[in-house]
């Protein structure tokens, strides 16, 4: 082989190489799950306050850690659903003014409706009056621990 054909050769070779490991990956590529609709029930004034009630007397939370709302958080939140109406939300690493963006960023992920924003950094959520338990209790495409996905 001459100096000239080497770099030839060894781009065909790597052309077929690259190849092979498209079609590979091609068998493992996921199909792209639609992400569930969030429709918030709506709830009376009276509901509201009796729902903030129930949720400041009970001593069940969930804390949001420095990296935000993860899926942990939504897993904890369904899980604490398996026994109470209402889950208290704190968010003490953020500061006050964030406190209703937060409120609605996991609204959307729980599926849960935000009854009260409290100047505490406490979130008041309610599971809803149809809920059910998600067979996934950790939505796909929020963060995890290790950082963004």
Avoid at 14 to 25: G, I, R
Avoid at 66 to 88: P, Y
Avoid at 117 to 122: A, D, L, M, R, W
Wanted: aromatic share 8%; net charge positive.
């Amino acid at each position: 082989m001459t100096d000239k054909g080497r770099p030839i050769y060894n781009l065909r070779r790597a052309k077929k190489k690259v190849a092979l490991l498209l079609q590979k990956l091609k068998t493992y590529e996921l199909l792209e799950l639609s992400s569930p609709v969030h429709d918030p029930e709506l709830l009376t004034p009276e509901q509201l306050q009796a729902y903030k009630r129930i949720g400041f007397r009970n001593k069940n939370y969930v804390p949001v850690g420095v990296c935000g709302v993860f899926g942990g958080v939504v897993q904890n939140m369904h899980l604490h659903w398996k026994f109470h109406e209402t889950v208290q939300v704190c968010c003490d690493n953020f500061p006050k003014e964030r406190n209703k963006e937060m409120a609605t960023m996991l609204a959307r992920p729980s599926g849960g409706i935000v009854v009260d924003v409290h100047n505490v950094k406490t979130i008041i959520m309610f599971c809803g009056r149809n809920y059910r338990q998600p067979k996934n209790l950790i939505p796909i495409n929020t963060l995890t621990k290790k950082g963004g996905e």
